[in-house]
């Protein structure tokens, strides 16, 4: 039997979230910015008809906003992840199998549907259900490979007619509709790759659809080769039923404010490790390598305000994903590569060389229950109890807990001046219906 599969994305992602509570918005254009409210990472369908355009610092905008009273909003990553995952449990109960791609975006397989219902039809039910039950505009790409479903929802987004749903398990729809879309709107074809793709006279989908395999294989690499297969139908890509765990996990902010105080950057280094420590234990892994790097910005003007820029790893024996272990390791990695006189933009740490739970080599001379630790690091006795009290109460949207290392007044901390109440994840911020 082949293989089918359906690309589902949520249109204007981050916008939609915004105006999903706000009915009073639902023909108002809106944006919403990134961290410290610099630049706009989403745009209604509104917005982009008015010409803002993606990644726009907002002060360069901010005359067109007020000329056509564009609402804007900091970015609310609590309710955007929250409303995505509601998505992606309708998902998974409307086909047999799910990739979560991104947090707007899943691969679903609908392998053997088509005995029971066409595929528009499925699609159009798919994206009628998801409108429904959670209040999102999807639109659905049908094909027999990931790479094909990628252009039909391209498609499908594209133009209204299709009514947001394409199907393009028909072969001569599939190279209509390829010879239509230039090569770099093909899953996995960049900017320098269309560059050389061009050079070669491959300017469209179809072109690179029927270029041959092995000379592509031979110019670039094997990975284009079986894009080229699942072009002409061939899957090649694997559903991903579970996410594979992230092998590092970066955890970094720029400031709101310069930081020219040590204590103030131990707070901030602290404020990562803890969100980078939350994320390692979400999937269950431990870690033995920390990074931590901190640096100036690259913009100003170094003649008034030089430039610096450093990092420093350290190495656990035993692997972990206690907080307190990488705090403590973080905190000593950031008095090497301190130094005062400096006015800090960003900051960050990062988690490296994971280990599965139960996985890990033992040290002969030392005490497995003590947890990871450095030859600087004081042995703290593993508390996995305590870790999951911790990590329960910061998602309950109930409390928040953490360790003093992070500050009371984070002076530091990212501006988010436009920002929208978490509407499904804290009890006071619930919409009242008067």
């Given at each position: ?389 911790l990590d329960e109460i910061n998602h309950s949207g109930k ?36």
């Open positions: 039997m082949n293989k089918t599969f359906a690309l589902v994305d949520c249109n204007n992602f981050y916008a939609s979230c915004e105006k999903l509570f706000r009915p009073d918005l639902a023909s108002t254009p809106v944006v919403v910015l990134s961290n410290n409210d610099g630049c706009v990472i989403a745009r209604s369908r509104e917005a982009k008809a008015l010409g803002i355009k993606m990644g726009v610092p907002y002060f360069q905008v901010r005359e067109l906003v007020e000329k056509h009273r564009i609402v804007v909003f900091s970015s609310n990553y609590a309710l955007y992840a929250d409303i995505s995952s509601r998505v992606m449990a309708t998902l998974e109960q409307l086909a047999p199998a799910v990739e979560v791609y991104s947090i707007d975006e899943a691969f679903l397989n609908l392998t053997g549907f088509d005995q029971a219902i066409s595929f528009t039809e499925l699609g159009l039910d798919i994206r009628q259900t998801i409108q429904d039950w959670i209040g999102m505009t999807v639109c659905v790409g049908i094909a027999p490979s990931k790479t094909m479903a990628k252009l039909a929802n391209h498609a499908a987004k594209k133009w209204q007619k299709t009514a947001g749903v394409v199907d393009l398990t028909s072969k001569e729809r599939q190279r209509k509709l390829m010879a239509l879309l230039p090569v770099s709107e093909v899953w996995g074809v960049g900017g320098k790759l269309t560059k050389r793709l061009n050079e070669l006279g491959i300017h469209t989908a179809l072109q690179l659809a029927d270029a041959s395999p092995k000379m592509l294989r031979r110019q670039f690499s094997v990975v284009l080769e079986r894009t080229v297969a699942e072009l002409n139908g061939e899957s090649c890509l694997a559903l991903e039923d579970v996410a594979a765990n992230k092998k590092e996990i970066v955890s970094s902010r720029a400031f709101s404010e310069r930081i020219t105080e040590f204590t103030h950057m131990q707070q901030a280094v602290s404020e990562y490790v803890h969100r980078a420590s939350e994320k390692l234990r979400s999937q269950s892994s431990k870690a033995k390598q920390l990074t931590v790097f901190i640096r100036t910005s690259p913009f100003s003007n170094h003649g008034q305000d030089p430039f610096y820029s450093n990092s420093a790893s350290g190495v656990l024996i035993s692997p972990t994903d206690d907080t307190r272990d990488f705090l403590h390791l973080a905190g000593e990695l950031l008095k090497k590569i301190w130094k005062d006189g400096y006015r800090y933009a960003k900051a960050g740490v990062m988690l490296a060389d994971f280990y599965d739970e139960g996985t890990e080599q033992l040290q002969l001379f030392t005490d497995a229950a003590n947890g990871g630790v450095s030859e600087t690091t004081p042995l703290y006795r593993a508390n996995p109890a305590l870790m999951i009290v409390a928040k807990v953490f360790f003093a290392a992070k500050g009371l007044q984070q002076d530091w901390a990212m501006k988010r001046q436009l920002l929208s109440p978490a509407y499904t994840t804290k009890w006071r911020d619930i919409p009242k219906v008067c």
